[in-house]
């Protein structure tokens, strides 16, 4: 009987030690820098004679849990500006939790390191789902580090409109007043948003969609997949074409819910766009 005990207790020890292990492995891939991703592709009514364009899209900054801090932000914020873009877009969820004395700290904390950012076109960002217990708060932060905030609004920089549409998974979406925004405008026509729900009804004048949310799926495991679903089938996550419009879904550089990830890093995306086919 007591061979059976030290067995079992052997065996927890060694079960708990693994479960430890990997708790602490997944806790550091979610501390890892943001993989870079690159993309080229041609927008439809690029303006005659404009140079190309490279954009960095970062998500689910999600600052304010033990996998974002100031410090860890301002090194990727190095990262980015080291790539060299011409225009930085912001797709939502810069902190870590719905509560609203979390939300209000890490709104301090993003201003420092966002101001840092270096693009000619300068930054552009909209919010996401974890923004909305104080969204002026988030906004007028954003604003302090120099970004321009768009809330189902349009602006032009370089030879892009950019549509900034609100959240779709929290319904502060306006896409129809969104593209009303952006008709009167001149150049090749893309939307940033957080959620991709919406580009399921994105009109093909439309040639980009940017978004994040998904942490595409955060804890992705073999067989078993992520753990839940809060996306529209097909996506999750990278790069899906859907007619003549192209979505891109970052993984984010932040987490939510828990401090983990494995099999999807954190990353942040170079999009080179032109009028080149």
């Known amino acids: 009987m007591r061979r059976i005990v030290r067995i079992v207790a052997t065996v927890g020890v060694l079960l708990l030690a693994i479960a430890v292990a990997t708790a602490v492995w997944w806790h550091q891939n979610a501390l890892a820098d943001p993989v870079e991703r690159r993309l080229r592709l041609a927008l439809p009514d690029w303006p005659a004679r404009a140079r190309p364009i490279r954009i960095a899209l970062l998500s689910d900054i999600h600052i304010g849990n033990s996998t974002m801090d100031a410090a860890r932000l301002t090194r990727i914020v190095a990262i980015v500006n080291a790539a060299r873009p011409d225009l930085v877009l912001l797709a939502g969820d810069y902190v870590a939790e719905h509560d609203v004395a979390v939300a209000r ?8 390191p966002i101001a840092r950012l270096r693009a000619p076109l300068g930054v552009v960002a909209v919010l996401g789902n974890h923004d909305q217990s104080v969204p002026a708060l988030i906004a007028a932060a ?10 189902n609004a349009a602006v032009v920089r370089g030879p892009l409109v950019i549509g900034g549409a609100g959240d779709a998974f929290s319904h502060h979406d306006d896409l129809p007043g969104t593209l009303r925004a952006m008709a009167g405008k001149s150049g090749a026509k893309i939307v940033l948003t957080h959620s991709p729900d919406l580009t399921m009804h994105v009109p093909p004048t439309v040639g980009l969609v940017l978004a994040g ?7 992705v495991l073999p067989i078993v997949g992520p753990p839940r679903v809060f996306w529209k089938p097909g996506l999750r996550c990278g790069v899906v074409r859907r007619g003549g419009t192209i979505t891109i879904v970052s993984a984010g550089l932040g ?5 983990l990830r494995v099999g999807a ?10 009028g080149e086919r």
Do not use: E
């Open 105 to 112: 700290a890490g709104a301090a904390a993003l201003v420092a």
């Open 142 to 151: 954003l604003r302090r580090a120099g970004v321009t905030v768009l809330d």
């Open 213 to 219: 949310h998904t942490h595409c799926g955060q804890g």
């Open 255 to 259: 987490t939510s819910s828990v401090p």
């Open 265 to 274: 890093p954190p990353d942040f995306w170079l999009v080179t766009v032109s």
